[in-house]
């Protein structure tokens, strides 16, 4: 199997900076994304950036120019800098890998996600 573990995150005022870890463990053969999400109280989980094995990324209109994602396919790690915070960015943040991993002699796909980290701006 594999498992999520996320790093980072806290409490920081409006216009600061935050930087989110999140590295995955287990028999991983391949990966085929990785991303973040979050999720504000009362609010469904969003898509926040993605980053592809090809090292294409995609960001939610709210975050472009703001947030930048990383990922290392050899490390098996996704980062995600958060500059110029605002208060509307407060939420639990989760990552998300897809990944072809190794069940016996038998590869399989799955899609896994971090245990949550809150990140909170204050104004």
């Known amino acids: 199997q594999v498992q999520l573990v996320q790093s980072g995150g806290g409490l920081v005022q409006a216009g600061g900076s935050l930087r989110l870890s999140c590295a995955a463990s287990g028999s991983i053969f391949s990966i085929n994304a990785m991303g973040w999400y979050r999720q504000a109280p009362g609010k469904q989980r969003e898509l926040v950036a993605t980053?592809?094995?090809?090292?294409?990324?995609n960001y939610a209109d709210s975050v472009k120019g703001r947030f930048t994602i990383s990922g290392d396919n050899a490390k098996a790690t996704v980062d995600l800098q958060m500059n110029s915070l605002k208060p509307e960015d407060t939420a639990v943040y989760y990552c998300?890998?897809?990944?072809?991993?190794?069940?016996?002699?038998?590869?399989?796909?799955?899609?896994?996600w971090g245990q949550g980290t809150q990140v909170t701006v204050s104004s």
């Open positions: 980053i592809t094995s090809g090292s294409s990324t």
């Open positions: 998300n890998l897809g990944v072809q991993y190794w069940s016996g002699f038998n590869r399989r796909t799955g899609d896994y």
